[in-house]
Nanobody, 129 residues
Framework: QVQVVESGGGLVQPGGSMRLSCTAS????????MGWFRQAPGKEREFVAT???????????DSLNSVKGRFTVSRDNAKNTVNLQMNTLKPEDTAVYYC???????????????????WGQGTQVTVSS
């Protein structure tokens, strides 16, 4: 069983920045694909960004068009951590943000929540003045 725990979140003004972190348990963390999703009230869970493991020490990045150039995913395998750096935040970025892990090494659709095996509890991000 893999445990996924997010940290960060809170209230930030429009145009501000925030960093979310996610820690996943397990010695095989470097081979996990890690994704970030978000869910606003009344809306479905939405893909935000991912780092898909593609073998060895190689990862493929993908992100939602509306966050490209503003959000960046990074990981520190020594700390079993993946980060989501969010810059130039907008009110429409307000949502509960979730971190997810996929431990299977095969190819998959990184944008589908159902493709991930383990989820964190979520952390609220509110962008408001």
């Amino acid at each position: 069983q893999v445990q996924v725990v997010e940290s960060g979140g809170g209230l930030v003004q429009p145009g501000g920045s925030m960093r979310l972190s996610c820690t996943a348990s397990g010695r095989s963390f470097p081979s996990y694909s890690m994704g970030w999703f978000r869910q606003a009230p009344g809306k479905e869970r939405e893909f935000v960004a991912t780092m898909r493991w593609t073998g060895g020490k190689t990862y493929t990045l993908d992100s939602l068009n509306s966050v490209k150039g503003r959000f960046t995913v990074s990981r520190d395998n020594a700390k079993n951590t993946v980060n989501l750096q969010m810059n130039t935040l907008k009110p429409e970025d307000t949502a509960v943000y979730y971190c997810a892990a996929r431990t299977d090494s095969g190819a998959f659709n990184v944008r589908l929540p159902t493709e991930y095996d383990y989820w964190g509890q979520g952390t609220q991000v509110t962008v408001s003045s």
